[in-house]
């Protein structure tokens, strides 16, 4: 296997080797406490995504600051999650395949059988019908595992239409003795980028009125939603205010990429600030541009090239893709570097990914520095548990 | 750590867990045989670029079919390719750090006992100096390691410029015992994705003005170039047929990704045939469109979004980007599919990835299926043993 440790504990952070992920633990405990303080204070639930972090180590430290519970994507990065002793877990994803299911099975068993929890989002009665089946070839304890419905609440991705069809999806996952309805999932991942604040709120209001359409179904049909679930980093001050989400699942603050820093901040969202960077090394430079080692193999693109953190007044750089292995640096002269400054050949600079979540899924390793990026040490190496949990 | 693994040998192609990388074994042995047959038709060394499979295995594969060695773009690349024992290795890329300077001379010393060769690309004095103190420091051999001068031949990346300059540095890499100045690196990644055959032809004909501009110094300072290495998959036909360049880097023709399907195909070039595919499944399907497991973090979307592969006639999809865990797919009435069809819950489809190498970066394990990839046979599951060699 290929050298991918970057640093050792107790080094200065100047010895990092590049490319390599960086947390600024200074920075990211603020944002933790920031987030603590607003959902106590909203007094809501706290299940972070613990799609942004893929380690078990944060999921303990996200516990310690009043999380509940850890959102997952994929069935693997449930297991990795247990298997670092996390007990809560919800699958806020529709898992189908036969084979995904009877691991869904075996995990819930396991986790009710250490007094935690499991959890799945459906929205076809298909889905509940496999997982049913799955629960019963594990010969699954009564009322072991927790069903989420989905609801599509703008994002035009999974999620059944609001309203009836949900309480159809609910009345199937009742029916299940093994399977406990615990309410809907109700996320709008279209909402998080929306740059304006005022469209960010209005699209949060449309997600309401379709939970209300779809509680509304409930109440006719007799039956209770006990919990809402669902906000983004973009948009929970709204699920907060709303008193109808009673769970958030808040967790890019946590490390705050390029991609969520560019949205107009509302007033009444708790500042957060950058904690993942990527380090890296200019190993080229020419007359008109310098040459770094971090491509898009060292950070992901998806929503938008990196940014450069932490450089002094005129000397402004723009980070152009150079490929898998290169980024290419220009001046910036329209943000204040008139002189044409480029780094030297050697020099390191601190990059803030365009979104962090699969920026992580890159790197086996995150970096843990302590005291600041330039002078400080590193107090920790955190292995990205849920690398490529994919399944 | 995460459950990554996807097949096991012997299982029926239908068994592959999604989402996983497979190779259609029988494509991918076609296409080699079609490159081989280039190269010794035209008489040339083959240095396929590891950077786009990352695995000790294929590049056994590779030099079974007439490759006498191995590019990678990192010196991590380098130490997993040496660790599975491929003793010919090229970082045609710049290292600067010290401490992988340090790296690449003790993997030189070691491949050099084995009888076999690392090299690396400069563009600067100060790398020279700094690659010969690394080199010193490890009580290197005489003439121990080869070193290529990279010359900017139009991507206007790394490499200093045609002539003159190129000459200081081979004279600087000839002042050093330990160092052997091998020739020229000039590859154009800039061209190899020109859509239009004669835009590629045209921009390969400017590399060549670029060589011969840097020959005639050389020349004038009594130097020669015994070697001038470089070319890709969308241009090899004009390097080959140069007659300047003596070595072929080409990779991508292994695999074929949708971004070198989309260009225009010179009628000179061989026909390489779609070798690697992610297998995904439908987990959720709505009136309007069907929702597979398949995600930017299954796939690598710098170059462009996945296309779909083998579906029969009416039955055209469009990928779009659903994010990091899933792909949306909407009927693609443009290309035949104008009753809307869409797959079933649980159907599983194949992609063409948009850019393999990233592709394969993203995933711990490639299936390499036999006879097919619908009917066929798991024939092996490859390490991804680049995977994440960043440094």
């Not at 049913?132 to 072991?144: I, K, L, Y």
């Not at 209001?205 to 779809?214: F, G, R």
């Not at 007033?267 to 020419?286: R, Y």
Request: hydrophobic share 45%; proline share 4%; charged share 15%.
């Amino acid at each position: 296997m290929p050298s991918t440790v970057t640093a050792l504990v107790g080094q200065s952070a100047t010895q990092i080797d590049t490319p390599a992920l960086v947390i600024d633990l200074d920075a990211m405990e603020r944002n933790m406490a920031r987030m603590a303080a607003f959902v106590q204070q909203h007094q809501l639930l706290w299940r972070p995504h613990a799609k942004l972090h893929k380690s078990v180590q944060i999921a303990h430290w996200l516990e310690q600051a009043g999380a509940h519970g850890h959102c997952v994507q994929k069935t693997s990065e449930a297991e990795a999650l247990a298997a670092g002793g996390i007990r809560n877990i919800y699958i806020s994803n529709e898992v189908i395949a036969p084979t995904k299911l009877a691991r869904v099975a075996q995990l819930s068993q396991r986790l009710h059988a250490q007094g935690g929890r499991l959890a799945l989002a459906v929205d076809s009665l298909e889905g509940i019908a496999r997982l049913a089946h799955a629960m019963q070839s594990a010969n699954a304890t009564a009322d072991s595992m927790d069903v989420l419905v989905e609801i599509n609440v703008g994002q035009n991705r999974c999620g059944v239409q609001p309203g009836v069809a949900a309480v159809h999806l609910a009345q199937a996952v009742l029916a299940q003795p093994m399977l406990h309805f615990a309410g809907l999932q109700a996320y709008h991942g279209g909402a998080q980028h929306l740059r304006t604040a005022a469209a960010r709120q209005a699209a949060i209001a449309q997600a309401l009125q379709h939970i209300a359409t779809t509680r509304q179904a409930f109440d006719a049909a007799g039956l209770r939603i006990s919990l809402v679930t669902g906000a983004g980093t973009g948009t929970f001050i709204h699920e907060a205010a709303s008193g109808v989400y009673g769970e958030l699942q808040t967790g890019s603050f946590l490390f705050m990429d390029a991609d969520y820093a560019a949205n107009e901040r509302d007033p009444a969202q708790p500042v957060f600030e950058h904690a993942l960077f990527v380090k890296t090394q200019v190993i080229s430079v020419s007359a008109t541009h310098a040459v770094c080692d971090a491509g898009h193999k060292s950070h992901a693109i998806d929503s938008g090239l990196p940014t450069l953190h932490g450089l002094p007044a005129g000397h402004a750089l723009r980070f152009a893709n150079g490929g898998d292995e290169h980024g290419v640096l220009h001046p910036d002269a329209t943000a204040g570097n008139a002189s044409g400054w480029l780094p030297a050949l050697g020099d390191t600079l601190w990059l803030i990914p365009g979104h962090c979540d699969p920026t992580v899924n890159l790197h086996q390793y995150i970096v843990g520095v302590r005291g600041g990026l330039d002078a400080g040490v590193v107090e920790c190496v955190l292995t990205v548990d849920g690398r490529g949990a994919l399944t």
